[in-house]
């Protein structure tokens, strides 16, 4: 951080979180390594997930000869890119996909399936055979292949400030810019895809709680529309060379305006929103749900 935030503002003490932002950039991703929207390692001897929801049926809407759509990858991750991320026992390779059609009665989002993995005893037995392709799409929901640059952070509370502080700190935040010329939000939180740390919310957040035993669930990751082109975290393959590095502070770095074209999924999510996931860590099978905002 360019300043100490709970030094400026004691209010924020407990609320940091440790994240790890995953900077999809489009590519040619493989099995074997974590992605969006990239290729999976698959289990030969497990069917590929296919949307069961009636209506995604071929032909659309008038199932005579059922075809169900197939699910997408969307997200792949090895633990040893993302050591923030405490996977289940046993397990070192986390995958979600989802259906690419809209499911209205269900936030709008895709249906989508977790799937947590040993990498060791899923390549053993891994399927050669490329994935089945939907036979329908629709853009907002399906991610072009990307490789990510997992980059490890600190951050707070953005939409998740304590409920009166944001109201509260209005007036400091507005101080510190003028006084320091930080921006509280820019240089403390985020909103891009993401590991770990606060939902990337981009609407009031909708925590869910578990089924199993009641209490509000983890944040496990989120998957968003938008991805910055700037900011302190920036990988640095990213930033404009023009930048001066020494001359120019950390949290103002830019990015190479020839890579933006490679920034991010692709995905609208709606309108510009993003899918939220979490887990529950104490029931067993760690339950997961989703949320999805735009
Ligand atoms: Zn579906
Ligand atoms: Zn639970």
Redesign the pocket.
């Known amino acids: 951080m360019p300043f100490e935030v709970e030094a400026v503002f004691p209010e924020l003490a407990g609320t940091a979180r440790e994240v790890t932002l995953l900077y999809p950039r489009a590519g040619q991703p493989g099995p074997g390594d974590s992605s969006i929207g990239g290729p999976l390692l698959w289990p030969a001897d497990e069917p590929w997930p296919m949307?069961t929801?009636p209506d995604?049926y071929k032909p659309l809407g008038a199932p005579v000869w059922p075809k169900p759509?197939a699910m997408v990858p969307v997200v792949q991750l090895y633990a040893r890119d993302v050591p923030g991320l405490v996977f289940p026992a046993g397990t070192d390779l986390l995958q979600i996909l989802w259906?690419p059609?809209v499911?209205e009665d269900d936030q709008y989002a895709?249906?989508p399936r977790l799937r947590w993995r040993s990498a060791a005893l899923t390549a053993a037995g891994a399927t050669a055979v490329e994935a089945p392709l939907p036979h329908t799409v629709e853009e907002d929901y399906l991610p072009r292949p990307c490789t990510l640059s997992p980059t490890q952070a600190v951050e707070y509370p953005n939409w998740d400030l304590p409920e009166g502080l944001g109201e509260l700190l209005d007036e400091r935040f507005e101080v510190l810019r003028e006084e320091r010329g930080y921006d509280y939000f820019e240089v403390a939180t985020t909103q891009q895809s993401k590991v770990g740390g606060y939902p990337g919310w981009t609407q009031q957040p909708d925590w869910p709680e578990c089924e199993g035993c009641g209490t509000r669930m983890e944040h496990l990751l989120s998957v968003t529309a938008t991805e910055p082109g700037m900011g302190r975290w920036l990988p640095l393959d990213d930033r404009d060379p023009r930048q001066d590095g020494a001359a120019t502070p950390s949290w103002k770095a830019e990015a190479n305006p020839a890579t933006f074209d490679a920034f991010g999924h692709d995905m609208c999510l709606g309108d510009l929103g993003g899918m939220y996931f979490f887990v529950c860590r104490t029931c067993p099978d760690t339950p997961y749900t989703h949320r999805y905002d735009c």
């Open positions: 949307c929801e995604h759509v259906c059609l499911h895709a249906n």
